[in-house]
């Protein structure tokens, strides 16, 4: 079946500095990626709709230039928290659909990546 | 935009028993509604899923009914087991793009 592969799983970075997360789509192509934050206890939250070849498309409220993303071939999009603070501490999880239309291609989801700002 | 509600929130049952969970969304457009279980610490994963064209799907221990007059549906588990317990999420979307979530249950499922 369709696989989505996230990496790292976990990272502690220190308070300033950036963080690089992958997402990879193992055993197809995926034009559109998207990236979640999820808190304790809490539901997903949609961050961004990452688009291959072009600008990811950002949902109200997320500030664009603080988690960058770039869908740069078929298989991989990238997440990067820019400046990172305590509060950007979060769960954060992606997922991809092959091709083919929903009917036949529902979202999978990746492992997540927990994400520790000291 | 689309609106899910999950309840409840939490469900706890005996091994064995049955447990259901609901969903209502507001938006009449969504098609698409699948069901996801999170395990602590990892991402979700899809167990089941209904288009808006089918009633109702069943896979194994597993179902899911679709109202699309009253915009809800369900997910049923039946003859539960220890490793059902985990957080599920409904969601709707149009398609399998931008789903919007329930806000999840947690079931616990007492051996």
């Known amino acids: 079946g369709a696989v989505v592969s996230q990496h790292p799983s976990w990272v502690i970075c220190k308070s300033g500095t950036s963080v690089k997360i992958e997402c990879r789509s193992l055993?197809?192509?995926?034009?559109?990626m998207f990236w979640y934050r999820q808190f304790p206890k809490q539901s997903l939250m949609l961050m961004a709709t990452s688009n291959e070849g072009s600008k990811a498309t950002y949902e109200q409220g997320v500030e664009k230039d603080k988690f960058l993303i770039n869908h740069a071939s078929l298989t991989l999009s990238t997440l990067t928290v820019t400046s990172a603070h305590p509060e950007d501490s979060s769960f954060y999880i992606c997922?991809?659909?092959?091709?083919?239309?929903?009917?036949?291609?529902?979202?999978?989801f990746g492992n997540g990546t927990r994400l520790t700002v000291t | 935009g689309e609106n899910v509600e999950q309840h409840p929130s939490t469900l706890s049952v005996q091994e064995g028993d049955s447990a259901v969970i609901k969903c209502t969304y507001s938006?009449?457009?969504?098609?698409?509604f699948p069901w996801y279980k999170q395990e602590l610490g990892k991402g979700p994963q899809l167990i089941i899923d209904i288009r808006s064209n089918v009633g109702e799907k069943k896979d194994q221990r597993i179902a899911v009914t679709l109202n699309k007059t009253a915009k809800h549906f369900s997910l049923h588990i039946t003859e539960t087991q220890p490793e059902d317990s985990a957080v599920y999420f409904c969601a709707a979307s149009i398609g399998a793009g931008k789903s919007t979530f329930g806000d999840g249950t947690t079931l616990t499922v007492k051996p």
């Open positions: 938006d009449s457009a969504s098609n698409y």
């Open positions: 055993d197809f192509q995926a034009t559109t």
């Open positions: 997922s991809a659909s092959p091709p083919g239309g929903y009917y036949n291609s529902p979202l999978h």
